[in-house]
Structure formats: structure tokens, C-alpha cells
């Protein structure tokens, strides 16, 4: 896979995720931030940090980025969320507007 094709998404405490831009743009806020002409500094250098999403939550994240693919191409698969992450998942979707 070829960098351009990827975004790097860094959590609060530092950890990088490198995904696939498809993935990452099932996101409102980052396929604004990734396509937009308005000069973001993400569009340029793909990488997007979120300070306010902690690592195991953006790990779900990007798990979901990659289900919502998936469904969108017909495979039905569970996308199962652990009761305790829940408000914190909330809050993230809230936010990338997913």
C-alpha cells in the first residue's frame, strides 16, 4: 500500500494508527479534513492527531471504520462494543461525526 493511500490517526497518548484512507474517510470530520482545499494541515502531511481519544478507543474506532467498509459491501459481520467503553466511544463518534 502506498503512503498517499493511508492515514496515520495518533491517539492521546501518542500511539499511531496507520489506516487506510477509504477506512479513515467513513469519518465526516476526517474525509472534511482529508479532501478539503481549505488548507488543512492534515491534508498535507496525512496524519490526524487526536488528542481527546485515548488508545483503546481509537483502536475500536478504526475497528468500526473498517466494519462500516465491510457493510457497506454487503458483509454482515457483529461489531460488538464492551459496556465500559461505551460513553468514551460516544464521545468519539460525537466528534468524527460517525
Same mark, same amino acid.
Given at each position: /500500500?502506498?503512503?498517499?493511500?493511508?492515514?496515520?490517526?495518533? $491517539?492521546?497518548?501518542?500511539?499511531?494508527?496507520?489506516?487506510d484512507? !477509504?477506512?479513515?474517510?467513513?469519518s465526516?470530520? *476526517?474525509k472534511? /479534513? *482529508? $479532501?478539503s $482545499?481549505?488548507?488543512?494541515? #492534515?491534508?498535507e502531511?496525512? %496524519?490526524?492527531? *487526536?488528542? %481527546?481519544? $485515548?488508545?483503546?478507543? *481509537? #483502536? !475500536?474506532?478504526? #475497528?468500526?471504520f473498517?466494519? +462500516?467498509?465491510?457493510? +457497506?459491501?454487503?458483509? %454482515?459481520?457483529?461489531?460488538?462494543?464492551?459496556?465500559?467503553?461505551?460513553?468514551?466511544?460516544? /464521545?468519539?463518534?460525537?466528534?468524527?461525526?460517525?
Amino acid at each position: /500500500m502506498r503512503k498517499e493511500d493511508t492515514i496515520t490517526l495518533v $491517539s492521546a497518548e501518542g500511539f499511531e494508527f496507520v489506516i487506510d484512507r !477509504k477506512a479513515a474517510v467513513v469519518s465526516n470530520t *476526517l474525509k472534511s /479534513m *482529508l $479532501s478539503s $482545499s481549505g488548507g488543512f494541515k #492534515e491534508t498535507e502531511v496525512g %496524519e490526524v492527531k *487526536l488528542p %481527546e481519544i $485515548s488508545t483503546p478507543v *481509537l #483502536e !475500536k474506532v478504526c #475497528e468500526f471504520f473498517y466494519w +462500516s467498509l465491510q457493510f +457497506s459491501n454487503g458483509i %454482515e459481520t457483529e461489531f460488538d462494543i464492551e459496556p465500559e467503553m461505551t460513553p468514551d466511544l460516544i /464521545m468519539a463518534a460525537n466528534f468524527l461525526h460517525t
